[in-house]
Antibody, heavy 126, light 107 residues
Framework: QVQLQQWGAGLLKPSETLSLTCGVY????????WSWIRQSPGKGLEWIGE???????NYNPSLKSRVTISVDTSTNQFSLKVNSVTAADTALYYC????????????????????WGQGTLVTVSS | DIQMTQSPSSLSASVGGTVTITCRAS??????LNWFQQKPGKAPKLLIY???KLESGVPSRFSGSGSGTDFFLVIRTVQPEDFADYFC?????????FGQGTRLDIK
């Protein structure tokens, strides 16, 4: 049974760095893309970026300058860092597994997200 | 970015009824369209992928159709557990984008 379990600090001050990690259990790490997605009342669901087991990554241009997604295949974990956070980064953050479909390009990475983490609420407040 | 617009933003239905949710893309996306259901306090759950393919374990009362710019999620014989939020999402091009959601509640 595939499970994604995420953790990280939930309360940050402006200008600090958001750091979250997602552990993948019960599934191979290779052959998929691993994404971070956030959800807020104001912006709805927003895809942040993704990475595969080889470290090939794609980012949302709106966040690319502040975001780094990394992977540790030895522990089946991938991580998100967002620099210089502001109140606008307050959201519920999810990790998710992206499936590829043979023969389809699918935005260069995930065709669809079939498993999600439980979500981590991150609040940015002074 | 490809904008995804869902309609209606909310709707009411009776148990046993049929509902249709529409998702429109700002440009043609082929069939690179997925549907999710989200209940309060839970992560989104995949229902339909690539416009019409039913995810394993999802009841057959859920169906998806469409291609190009217009897509539809139909729920037939709505059950009490179907009252939730529904989102569409395109995977045609980066950045991946989502619709704003449709809330289905009990009439």
């Amino acid at each position: 049974q595939v499970q994604l379990q995420q953790w990280g600090a939930g309360l940050l001050k402006p200008s600090e760095t958001l750091s979250l990690t997602c552990g993948v259990y019960g599934a191979s790490f290779s052959g998929y893309y691993w994404s971070w997605i956030r959800q807020s009342p104001g912006k709805g669901l927003e895809w942040i970026g993704e990475i595969n087991h080889a470290g090939s990554s794609n980012y949302n241009p709106s966040l690319k300058s502040r975001v780094t997604i990394s992977v540790d295949t030895s522990t089946n974990q991938f991580s998100l860092k967002v620099n210089s956070v502001t109140a606008a980064d307050t959201a519920l953050y999810y990790c998710a597994r992206g499936r590829r479909v043979e023969g389809l390009y699918c935005s260069g990475g995930s065709c669809y997200f079939d498993h999600w983490g439980q979500g981590t609420l991150v609040t940015v407040s002074s | 970015d490809i904008q995804m617009t869902q309609s209606p933003s909310s709707l009411s239905a009776s148990v046993g009824g049929t509902v249709t949710i529409t998702c429109r893309a700002s440009q043609s996306i082929g069939t690179y369209l997925n549907w999710f259901q989200q209940k309060p306090g839970k992560a989104p759950k995949l229902l339909i992928y690539l416009a019409s393919k039913l995810e394993s374990g999802v009841p057959s009362r859920f169906s998806g159709s469409g291609s190009g710019t217009d897509f539809f999620l139909v729920i037939r014989t709505v059950q009490p557990e179907d009252f939730a939020d529904y989102f569409c999402q395109q995977s045609y091009s980066t950045p991946i984008t989502f619709g704003q959601g449709t809330r289905l509640d009990i009439k």
